[in-house]
């Protein structure tokens, strides 16, 4: 099974800055990496897919990079709506689909 | 829009069943693999189950193997997950989802609290 380790666990960043989400597979998973925002009270929606894909939808100022067993996920410039849970998620090597534990983004 | 809606959560006694359903709309169920996908209250996200489009492949988590099924009825547009031999760690949201490798649509869950 691959593991997924998300760090930080808890950010805290002012409106306008940039947030930086840091996502390790325990081995390669090419660039089979989707990335998900989960809001208050919210089921997840799918940010990120095939490591740097925004998905339907997403703004601009979220972006995903990286291949094998580091990725990162860059929110250019914070918005408070963008406080939330997020969550990586390898689909390379399974069963079973794997996620990371997870970063909570504070905007102060 | 697709359009994915949960149903059959509630609160069970250990040791018991229950039946949940995602009924979906909007896109062709037939083409799409389904997932189920659980949160336990203030945890993380967990994979329970997927299935193939016509049914013939299912793969389930470690920890639900052997007491969980998943289904679906592409006739009737829905996806099940049969749930026995409920203990009290399974209790979570379940979430169903749309596709084979990451999760493009996801419903907004069902609470499932497994108690005496």
């Known amino acids: 099974e691959i593991v997924m380790t998300q760090s930080p666990a808890t950010l805290s960043v002012s409106p306008g800055e940039r947030a930086t989400l840091s996502c390790r597979a325990s081995q390669s998973v090419s660039s089979n990496l989707a990335w998900y925002q989960q809001r208050p009270g919210q089921a997840p929606r799918l940010l990120i897919y095939?490591?740097?894909t925004r998905a339907t939808g997403i703004p601009a100022r979220f972006s995903g990079s990286g291949s094998g067993t580091e990725f990162t996920l860059t929110i250019s410039s914070l918005q408070s709506e963008d406080s939330a849970i997020y969550y990586c998620?390898?689909?390379?090597?399974?069963?079973?689909?794997?996620f990371g534990q997870g970063t909570k983004v504070e905007v102060k | 829009q697709v359009h994915l809606v949960e149903s059959g959560g509630g609160v069970v006694q250990p040791g018991r069943s229950l039946r949940l359903s995602c009924a979906a709309s909007?896109?062709?169920?037939?083409?799409?693999?389904m997932h189920w996908v659980r949160q336990a209250p203030g945890r993380g996200l967990e994979w329970v189950a997927v299935i193939s489009i016509d049914g013939s492949n299912k793969y389930h988590a470690d920890p639900v193997k052997g007491r969980f099924t998943i289904s679906r009825d592409n006739s009737k547009n829905t996806l099940f997950l049969q749930m026995n031999s409920l203990r009290s760690d399974d209790t979570a949201v379940y979430y169903c989802a749309r596709r084979a490798d990451y999760l493009d649509y996801w419903g907004q869950g069902t609470l499932v609290t497994v108690s005496s």
């Open positions: 998620q390898q689909y390379d090597n399974w069963p079973p689909w794997t």
């Open positions: 909007g896109f062709a169920f037939a083409g799409y693999d």
């Open positions: 095939g490591a740097f």
